[in-house]
């Protein structure tokens, strides 16, 4: 893989930020969008821009099209037995929502266990907070060991049988943690419970097959994989989804409408109400192309020795704090002494560098590991070693300038 071709797909990345050349470590927050899913997405709206489902002229049909499509798309790259098992949804959070929404409600009673982790996203910790609210649950946190991974035993001693879901992200967005999800639905299933696992920081860098890991639900989202916002999809076993009810309701997802009664229409409709995204999954099924093209394993074998490269030239900066395994994603999570990180950011910024700086949607998390926020660089496939040499050049700048007495 030839990230400096690559980087020729991406319009975006040809400026300059305050004077210097733009280098964008930002892409666990949103990755950027190559030029082929602009153009997917330009030409839906040029050539026929229409509402799906519901017409039968020409644009509609063909919009219908290219949106089911997107949908046959997405389940053969996440290997879904059904296309029915594939829900367009706003993004990873609605996902995670609708499943703690309908069918946490439908599955959580009063004394039952909801497990999760202190490393979740607060998309995947708060909706299970507020079912176990309404229900009367208990909400049960699997322990980390110091570096911010899991074992098995703890693993095992949590997930009991009073456990009905486990909740767990497959990627830390922090701490880079690839979490073991096919052994811990092992776990869970032996125990006759359900898991849900957030997706987000995993789909768009290794290769995820839904099926193999055996989860119930998986969450993820376009714009993290070279899409755009406002849209991702909810994976979940045909089953389950069949016996949930909709937790929004009107538009395309209505059978029949009675002055007092409705129904539903059958799988995934069921969940998508009123007008879906429909250039976003058009969009998305070009990124996907794109990945493809590319391939997931290629995309994970660049990225870890991205981040290798990274740690190692880190590490030699002086006061530099890196949390997280060394076996990791994408991404390193870090702290510079006597230098707050927004003003590490800033400082960076001002460089043309961009990265992430606060809790990350992650307070837990960042309490955990006691500190009130930290920095974050991660990197894919558009990035470059010399990029992370310039990077580490700014942040001994930013450190100098932070020791200087004035």
């Known amino acids: 893989?030839?990230?400096?071709?690559?980087?020729?797909?991406?319009?975006?990345?040809?400026?300059?930020?305050?004077?210097?050349?733009?280098?964008?470590?930002?892409?666990?927050?949103?990755?950027?969008?190559?030029s082929p899913v602009i153009d997917a997405m330009t030409a839906y709206y040029e050539a026929y821009n229409s509402n799906v489902h519901r017409g039968v002229h020409t644009l509609g049909t063909k919009a219908t099209d290219g949106y089911e499509q997107a949908r046959m798309k997405v389940r053969s790259f996440i290997n879904a037995k059904r296309f029915e098992e594939v829900v367009f949804t706003r993004g990873t959070t609605a996902a995670i929502n609708l499943v703690a929404r309908s069918f946490g409600d439908m599955v959580i009673e009063?004394?039952?266990?909801?497990?999760?982790?202190?490393?979740?996203?607060?998309?995947?910790i708060v909706p299970w907070q507020e079912l176990a609210k309404r229900t009367q649950a208990e909400l049960k946190f699997i322990p980390m060991e110091a570096d911010g991974t899991l074992t098995m035993e703890n693993v095992e001693a949590t997930i009991g049988e009073k456990t009905k879901i486990v909740a767990i992200t497959h990627v830390s967005n922090v701490l880079g943690t690839i979490n073991d999800i096919k052994a811990i639905a092992e776990v869970a299933h032996r125990n006759d419970a359900y898991i849900a696992v957030d997706g987000a920081q995993a789909v768009p860098h290794m290769s995820v097959d839904v099926q193999d890991l055996d989860v119930d639900f998986y969450a993820f989202s376009g714009h993290k994989m070279l899409g755009p916002t406002g849209i991702g999809v909810l994976y979940g076993r045909s089953e389950?989804?069949?016996?949930?009810?909709?937790?929004?309701?009107?538009?395309?997802?209505?059978?029949?409408?009675?002055?007092?009664?409705?129904?539903?229409?059958?799988?995934?409709?069921?969940?998508?109400?009123?007008?879906?995204?429909?250039?976003?999954?058009?969009?998305?099924?070009?990124?996907?192309?794109?990945?493809?093209?590319?391939?997931?394993?290629?995309?994970?074998?660049?990225?870890?020795?991205?981040?290798?490269?990274?740690?190692?030239?880190?590490?030699?900066v002086e006061g530099i704090e890196i949390y997280g395994p060394e076996s990791r994603a994408g991404l390193i999570t870090f702290n510079l002494s006597d230098v707050h990180p927004h003003d590490l950011a800033t400082a960076l910024d001002s460089e043309g560098v961009a990265v992430r700086a606060g809790h990350h949607c992650a307070q837990p998390l960042m309490k955990w590991l006691g500190v009130s926020s930290t920095a974050r660089a991660s990197f894919y496939i558009y990035n470059t070693t010399e990029e992370i040499d310039s990077f580490i050049e700014s942040l001994k700048?930013?450190?100098?300038?932070f020791s200087y007495e004035f």
Do not use: C
């Open 397 to 401: 700048r930013t450190k100098e300038f």
């Open 240 to 316: 389950l989804l069949d016996d949930m009810e909709p937790i929004e309701y009107g538009g395309d997802m209505i059978d029949f409408v009675d002055l007092r009664t409705s129904t539903w229409t059958d799988l995934p409709v069921k969940f998508e109400a009123g007008t879906p995204m429909i250039a976003e999954a058009i969009g998305l099924a070009a990124a996907i192309d794109y990945i493809e093209d590319i391939g997931p394993e290629a995309i994970l074998e660049y990225e870890q020795e991205l981040v290798n490269y990274a740690l190692e030239r880190m590490r030699s």
């Open 110 to 124: 009063p004394g039952d266990e909801i497990v999760v982790t202190e490393m979740e996203h607060h998309a995947n």
């Open 1 to 34: 893989m030839n990230a400096k071709d690559i980087r020729k797909d991406f319009p975006i990345l040809d400026q300059q930020v305050n004077g210097n050349d733009l280098i964008y470590f930002d892409t666990s927050a949103t990755s950027q969008t190559p």
